[in-house]
């Protein structure tokens, strides 16, 4: 009973720390494994916001009407695919990033960190 039980604790603790070993591949053309690798072990907290920041982050819609925008250049993109901050080579920064979308009536954005941060996230594993 006892060679049972400590090869069921040695599979449990074999999982725990494959899981852990995950990180979220859309991450990786900004940052190496290494690097996720270090941050969820150091800063889980920025790990996690960076992760929710690529579901959360870009939104695409009409340009408004009414607003007077300042943009912030121009993207030539597909506004009917999915887009994130990473792929579209863009930081996270203090302000809202507005851009036109070339040959459209559409606009993207990017949310600034404090928006992102007063969100409540869910963490999800790709």
């Given at each position: 009973m006892l060679r049972i039980t400590l090869i069921f604790l040695a599979l449990i603790s074999f999982k725990l720390t494959t899981y852990s070993q995950e990180i979220?591949?859309?991450?990786?053309?900004?940052f190496s494994e290494k690097e996720l690798f270090e941050m969820q072990k150091n800063d889980p907290k920025e790990y996690t916001f960076l992760v929710n920041a690529l579901d959360k982050a870009v939104f695409i819609g009409e340009i408004p009407d009414k607003k007077d925008i300042k943009?912030?250049?121009?993207?030539?993109?597909?506004?009917?695919?999915?887009?994130?901050?990473?792929?579209?080579?863009?930081?996270?920064?203090?302000?809202?990033?507005?851009?036109?979308?070339?040959?459209?009536?559409?606009?993207?954005?990017?949310?600034?960190?404090?928006?992102?941060?007063?969100?409540?996230?869910?963490?999800r594993n790709k």
């Open positions: 979220d591949k859309r991450l990786l053309p900004k943009f912030d250049g121009v993207l030539k993109i597909n506004p009917n695919e999915v887009h994130t901050f990473i792929s579209l080579g863009k930081e996270i920064t203090d302000s809202y990033q507005y851009y036109k979308i070339k040959g459209t009536t559409k606009m993207l954005g990017i949310l600034p960190r404090f928006a992102l941060d007063n969100h409540k996230f869910t963490t």
